[in-house]
């Protein structure tokens, strides 16, 4: 069974920073694509930022220059370091992995809050 674990939300004031982690478990192989999604009250959930198995990154228009998506493929892992936090980036924040065949699991989320 596989399981992604979320590590590193929390409370912060704007212009803060935090590091999120989200790790996999169990039988998983050859992942493909790795991303973290967001989702505030009251709104759908969005994607944040994506990293293909190649390192190719794209970030949405709301964060790009603030933050980094990154992996570490040998312990099956995705970071996103976010800098110059803002009040809207409150929302829980979830990782996505695809797998080479297809398949798609999600973590639990973390929360993240930005004070003004």
């Known amino acids: 069974q596989v399981q992604l674990v979320e590590s590193g939300g929390g409370l912060v004031q704007a212009g803060g920073s935090l590091r999120l982690s989200c790790a996999a478990s169990?039988?998983?192989?050859?992942?493909?694509?790795m991303d973290w999604y967001r989702q505030a009250p009251g709104k759908q959930r969005e994607l944040v930022a994506h990293?293909?198995?190649?390192?190719?990154?794209n970030y949405a228009d709301s964060v790009k220059g603030r933050f980094t998506i990154s992996r570490d493929n040998a312990k099956l892992t995705v970071y996103l370091q976010m800098n110059s936090l803002k009040p809207e980036d409150t929302a829980v924040y979830y990782c996505?992995?695809?797998?080479?065949?297809?398949?798609?699991?999600w973590g639990q989320g973390t929360q993240v809050t930005v004070s003004p």
């Open positions: 996505r992995f695809r797998t080479w065949t297809g398949g798609i699991y």
């Open positions: 990293i293909t198995s190649a390192g190719n990154t």
């Open positions: 169990g039988s998983i192989i050859s992942i493909n694509d």
